[in-house]
């Protein structure tokens, strides 16, 4: 890569108590790029992507975006979170809407903004809908233009595919591509499907648990744009196999352990 | 992908179908009424037959013309209209007040929280006479009366819906930079609004019935000093126009704070 770096995490470490969730997380993330975290639950994905949005405090180590350390949360960010988390007594533009408002600039321009982000996500005709009429998939797309509204330098995803069926979820994925290759944002994309996060990705961090810090950096070098059909090529599936190995046997931990 | 969009859109039911159930729903309720008065009619007529224990609905008709005619009804009305609305207001203005500092500051709320939910299970009613005695005989003491016995169920109301608010909700408002001020105000406030008017609800029958017992301890007018005296001199007509009108106004006033909880909260199933 040789874009410039956009994020840069120096030695970060969170504790919770007694409990070491991440170790020692250093990693570079550059200008445009798709950056995928993949790693059993409970290894410390989330969190990770907390303390980058400022959400949470690290117990040690810096974030920097464009070279400023980050100390809280703030519109140079759009988190996607893993529920929708739609307020449900705003419609989908005054949901959409919400970053600008809180920012003090909800203004005609942006009405014009919100209305063209919309349409990308595929929401044009639904900006009066308030979050019950609308399915699943739906509401996700308007978490997704809700961050995307304050035309963040970094966007940072949490699981926002899980609570989908998979037929959905990878029509969600394509959408996804096509839209980030509109703006060719940064992403931080938290996931535990290896085959999402490969299929997205330009990088791949596989992340070890207990205590989590990463475990290898994989460069996924695939055509892009890339069909839904190129999850069925023996590259793709050589990438998800060499994940799968990798975490394997942290995934078996984990289950044993949710189910002890 | 628009196209996939609306099939995924839920779909909402037509019109016409809900206008027929709500025809059929309100054909029931009527049907019931007028059974129900019926009934009453018959059996005051034909098995009662005595104006002294129970009166008929004609009769109460007629009760509620003669009242009318002589002005005397629309002063009880005016006088326990009076009452009630002031009682109620103070009593929801004061509520809110009390339940957002209970919800904002933990001291607030342990200071509060004995009295707000001893009083609440007390049947506070019962100390109508004491305020009689203390504020006269007049319309203060039913005030009074109306407005201890409504705010608590919007104290509690209010301190519940905001307390309950989603910490994911926070959370999110959060992550775009929201302050306390804008995080309450864009949030805590809006997810409490359902519970608030739950509260303003709850409150309307309670404060009905202060007024009326409230007056039944002692009073110059109102419609429950025109059920007390009506009782005394055995005219039941009387008796049951009185209580007929409380009963309207309770079921108005309910079905106009439905009314208004749809039009203010349309987001809401
Ligand atoms: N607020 C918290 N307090 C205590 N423990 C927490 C908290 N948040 C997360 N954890 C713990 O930290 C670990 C990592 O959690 P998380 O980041 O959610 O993992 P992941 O997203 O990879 O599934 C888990 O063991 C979880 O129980
Ligand atoms: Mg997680």
């Known amino acids: 890569m040789d874009m410039p770096v956009k994020l840069s995490v120096d030695k970060l470490t969170k504790k919770y108590n007694t409990l070491e969730v991440l170790r020692s997380i250093s990693a570079e993330i550059h200008r445009g790029e798709f950056v995928s975290i993949v790693g059993p639950s409970g290894c410390g994905k989330t969190t990770f992507l907390r303390i ?45 809407e919400i970053g600008p408002e809180i920012g003090g600039y909800r203004n005609a321009d942006q009405r014009k903004k919100t209305l063209k982000l919309l349409k990308l996500v595929g929401l044009a005709g639904f900006e009066n809908y308030f979050p019950r009429q609308l399915s699943g998939g739906m509401r996700q797309r308007v978490n997704l233009a809700r961050a995307l509204a304050v035309d963040p330098d970094l966007l940072l995803m949490d699981e926002p595919f899980s609570a989908l069926d998979a037929q959905t979820r990878e029509i969600m994925q394509t959408e996804l591509l096509r839209i980030w290759e509109e703006g060719r944002k940064t992403v931080l994309f938290v996931t535990h499907q290896i085959d999402e996060a490969v299929y997205l990705s330009d990088r791949v961090f596989v992340f070890a648990r207990r205590p989590g810090c990463i475990n290898e950096i994989m460069e996924i070098d695939l055509p892009r744009p890339r069909p839904l059909s190129m999850k069925r090529t023996p590259e793709f599936v050589a990438y998800v196999d060499h994940i799968w190995k990798l975490i394997e046997e942290d995934v078996r931990a984990s289950v044993l352990e949710e189910h002890a | 992908m628009a196209d996939a969009a609306l099939t995924e859109a839920q779909t909402q039911p037509g019109w016409g179908s809900s206008l027929a159930s709500g025809l059929k729903a309100r054909a029931w309720g009527l049907g019931s009424i007028a059974g129900g008065l019926l009934i009453w009619e018959l059996i005051s007529r034909f098995l009662v037959g005595n104006k002294l224990f129970l009166a008929a609905p004609s009769q109460v008709v007629v009760a509620f013309i003669e009242l009318t005619r002589s002005g005397e009804l629309s002063k009880h009305i005016y006088i326990s209209g009076l009452e009630f609305l002031l009682g109620y207001s103070v009593a929801c203005i004061l509520g809110i007040l009390l339940g957002l500092a209970m919800a904002q500051s933990t001291s607030a709320k342990q200071a509060l929280q004995p009295w707000v939910s001893g009083l609440y299970a007390t049947p ?6 004491l305020f009689i005695l203390w504020f006269g005989i007049g319309i203060m003491s039913k005030v009074v009366v109306v407005a201890v016995l409504v705010i608590f169920p919007v104290v509690i109301n209010t301190e519940a819906g905001l307390r309950t608010t989603s910490p994911q909700l926070i959370e999110t408002v959060r992550s775009f930079g929201a302050n306390a001020r804008q ?3 864009k949030v805590a406030l809006p997810s409490a609004l359902p519970f608030i008017f739950a509260g303003l609800k709850l409150g309307i029958g309670r404060g009905l019935i202060g007024v009326v017992v409230a007056e039944l301890f002692g009073s110059r007018a109102g419609l429950g000093q025109l059920i007390s005296q009506s009782a005394e001199t055995f005219n039941m007509p009387a008796l049951f126009a009185g209580v007929t009108i409380l009963a309207a106004a309770g079921i108005a006033m309910t079905s106009g704070f439905g009314w208004l909880e749809r039009k203010l909260l349309p987001w809401r199933e």
């Open chain 1, 52 to 96: 980058v949005g400022g959400l949470e405090k690290a117990n040690s180590g810096e974030v920097r975006l464009d070279g400023r350390v980050l100390t809280g949360p703030g519109s140079d960010r759009g988190f996607v979170f893993q529920q929708d988390n739609l307020l449900p007594w705003r419609t989908v533009l005054d949901n959409t």
């Open chain 2, 124 to 129: 506070t009613v019962a100390l109508a006479p």
């Open chain 2, 183 to 185: 995080i309450f105000f």
